[in-house]
């Protein structure tokens, strides 16, 4: 059985060997580490896993990025970690395929020379959500690196939970988009 807390504790380590100066982002994330919370369950509103895929386009000069319904912010496409994604980069594949309708993509290199570590992780809060059920919590989001492979692809967005799809230049800084810091270190490495 795969045991999701030995493998993001495995995946931060390895993370902060590569990026030793973030480690004050990841205090809650170490805790809850720590006391062996069980971080599946979207039902631990103390905080819980979450991942997002950085699609580059084939030319990889540019990242699709959704318009997110519950929070009305423009991010990177992702959600909850499910049973059977295994992986944190499982996660993040399934929903961008999910969500965008992007089926032909790759990781990107720089994860599988770096042990399969996300390029970002971040612990953001979550505001209340009535409609769900869910009080407010943290997620702690493993972001990881795709490429798309095929030019022409279709996009068919989950009109459930996405309002919106673009395509937004690397380097290029968006307001009201938490991703601007990943998409710095994407430009960094490619």
Same mark, same amino acid.
């Given at each position: ?68 319904? !519950?929070?009305? @912010?423009?991010? &990177?496409?992702?959600? #909850? ?8 980069? $499982? %996660? ?36 209340? !959500?009535?409609? @769900?059920?869910? &009080?407010?919590?943290? #997620? ?8 798309? $492979? %095929? ?40």
């Amino acid at each position: 059985m795969f045991d999701l807390n030995s493998h993001v504790k495995t995946l931060l380590n390895e993370y902060l060997k590569k990026f030793p100066n973030e480690i004050d982002r990841y205090e809650l994330l170490q805790n809850q580490l720590q006391k062996n919370d069980d971080l599946s369950t979207r039902k631990n509103f103390e905080g819980h896993m979450t991942a997002s895929a950085y699609i580059l386009s084939s030319d990889k000069k540019q990242i699709a990025i959704i318009h997110n319904i !519950n929070l009305n @912010k423009w991010l &990177a496409p992702g959600g #909850h970690w499910e049973t059977g994604d295994n992986e944190m980069y $499982n %996660n993040a594949k399934r929903e961008a395929i999910e969500e965008t309708g992007i089926k032909d993509i790759t990781l990107f290199d720089w994860h599988t020379e770096n042990n399969l570590i996300p390029i970002d992780i971040d612990t953001h809060y979550i505001p209340e !959500n009535p409609k @769900k059920e869910e &009080a407010e919590h943290y #997620h702690h989001d493993f972001r990881y690196v795709f490429v798309l $492979n %095929n030019l022409t692809t279709d996009i068919k967005i989950q009109l459930e939970e996405v309002k919106g799809f673009k395509w937004i230049n690397i380097g290029e800084n968006l307001e009201n988009f938490s991703g601007n810091n990943v998409i710095q270190k994407i430009g960094e490495i490619i």
